[in-house]
């Protein structure tokens, strides 16, 4: 089946500096690949996406590249900010392949950016 | 702007009184989402509304119901509330699969709590 595995646990790091957070895929096809991120008590915001093989996603300063020879969508960014704190998921769709929109999502990482 | 709209944000009700969410959207999307989300968890997809075709996941309990009366609103209704069932609900949207877009766009969501 699908699914999406994200590294253990919370990721604690100082204002200013490179975050990377890993997300691999198992699937069969050409899934969608997305980046959500979710503010304290809020929805979920969709952050970046890529439909296909070696796209990148990109948006307010955070970037993910659709590896499909290592089945990854790792999402960095080059200098975070306390603002960034949320809680960031990856997910996938095979709504393009299968006409059926659900989405497979990994379990989350707490990002805690400190002053 | 054109968005998803959860009301209320909050809901406390007691354990075994019916209690409706509910959520609208300007973005005219035929697909319609609900997911449940427990602390600390990746959401999880209840069921879904194709335009009138509703569509349920297996493991959704039978406690949970959808109405969609028109393509702006639908409604999640809980008929007998368990202290398990206290939760943040999710509503999403997504165009049309034939339009070619399977992203999905979530509202604020409502805490729901049950004492």
């Known amino acids: 089946g699908n699914s999406v595995t994200q590294m253990e646990g919370p990721v604690t790091l100082s204002e200013e500096a490179f975050l990377t957070i890993n997300c691999t895929y198992t699937a069969t096809g050409y899934p969608s690949l997305f980046w959500y991120v979710q503010y304290p008590g809020e929805g979920l915001q969709l952050l970046l996406k890529?439909?296909?093989?070696?796209d990148k996603g990109s948006n307010k300063g955070f970037e993910a590249t659709y590896r499909k020879e290592t089945t990854s969508f790792h999402l960095e960014k080059g200098s975070v900010q306390v603002s960034d704190s949320a809680v960031y998921f990856c997910a996938l769709s095979r709504a393009r392949d299968y006409g059926n929109n659900r989405l497979a999502f990994g379990k989350g990482n707490q990002v805690v950016v400190i002053p | 702007d054109a968005m998803v709209i959860q009301n209320p944000r909050y809901q406390v009700t007691q354990f075994g009184k019916p209690v409706t969410l509910s959520c609208s959207q300007t973005l005219n999307h035929n697909v319609m989402y609900w997911y449940q989300q427990k602390s600390s968890q990746a959401p999880k997809l209840l069921f879904h509304y194709y335009d009138k075709d509703f569509n349920n996941e297996a493991d959704t309990p039978d406690n949970f119901q959808s109405r969609r009366p028109n393509t702006s609103f639908c409604f999640l209704d809980i008929r007998s509330p368990g202290l398990g069932d206290a939760a943040m609900y999710l509503c999403?949207?997504?165009?049309?699969?034939?339009?070619?877009?399977?992203?999905?766009?979530f509202g604020p969501g409502t805490r729901l709590t049950v004492l």
């Open positions: 999403a949207t997504s165009r049309d699969l034939a339009q070619g877009s399977d992203t999905q766009y």
């Open positions: 890529a439909t296909k093989a070696d």
